[in-house]
């Protein structure tokens, strides 16, 4: 991937603040289809978390991309997904060669995602939802690559803070208030799994949304619960 610095800059200037005056998903589509063109990349797409803390899809450039995030939503795993529970960049350079996730390399085999980058997409520094880049061949990302694409990710955050202000957020506006509000909660559910079962960050999230779908509940008060008690109640 080339980065042109004065294109990067020009692009985030005229994307920025789109969502006050037209509808979310439109203005993120925008996005999107400037960040592939930017970029030179194979695909791109845009999640955000619901009221269980779970990223969905809700804006991609192609089938692939939106592909890629109904897979990382199902399986929990992913540079997306971990890079929404982790709140840094996290990149496959071949998925079909990471043995980090090895259910969502199983459900992408013919879908020609390869080099995958996930970047957070934060409102007031909370991590909200991810944007996701990937390429249809092997590609080793670069601090510069990581970097450019966590700029371009605090375009989506602008996007939906403008679209909240100006209440054209719709259905969105709901899981993004709920996830402001749960985040440090749920932070420290995964912290006190991480420590007590000797886990990492996305297993200790994988067994809070396990039980918060378990017990149909939302994952904001089983973390509650698991920090009053000390017990993770599954069922």
């Avoid at 042109?4 to 920025?16: E, I, P, T, V, W």
């Avoid at 996830?179 to 799994?193: F, K, S």
């Avoid at 007590?196 to 960050?201: C, L, P, T, V």
């Avoid at 039980?211 to 993770?232: C, H, P, Q």
Wanted: glycine letters at 8%.
């Amino acid at each position: 991937m080339s980065i042109d610095s004065q294109a990067l800059d020009a692009s985030l200037r005229r994307l920025a603040g789109r969502g006050a005056v037209r509808d979310v998903v439109p203005a993120l589509e925008d996005v999107i289809t400037a960040c592939v063109e930017l970029f030179d990349i194979s695909g791109s797409g845009v999640m955000v978390a619901d009221e269980q803390n779970i990223t969905r899809y809700v804006a991609a450039s192609n089938s692939a991309s939106r592909a890629l995030e109904i897979a990382e939503s199902r399986t929990g795993q992913g540079p997306c997904t971990t890079a929404f529970v982790t709140n840094e960049a996290v990149a496959s350079d071949d998925l079909t060669a990471d043995d980090r996730w090895p259910d969502l390399a199983s459900d992408m085999t013919s879908s020609g995602v390869c080099a995958i980058l996930g970047v957070p997409v934060r409102l007031g520094g909370v991590p909200v939802g991810t944007l996701d880049v990937y390429r249809d061949r092997r590609q080793e990302w670069t601090d510069r690559e990581r970097a450019a694409v966590s700029r371009y990710a605090e375009v989506v955050g602008a996007t939906l803070a403008a679209s909240l202000e100006a209440h054209r957020a719709g259905e969105l506006a709901g899981q993004l208030q709920y996830a402001l509000d749960y985040r440090i909660i749920i932070e420290r559910g995964v912290g006190y799994l991480m420590a007590s079962e000797g886990i990492d960050a996305l297993a200790a999230f994988n067994e809070l949304r396990t039980a918060a779908r378990n017990r149909r509940v939302k994952i904001g008060a089983v973390a509650e619960e698991l920090l009053a008690t000390g017990r993770l109640r599954t069922g």
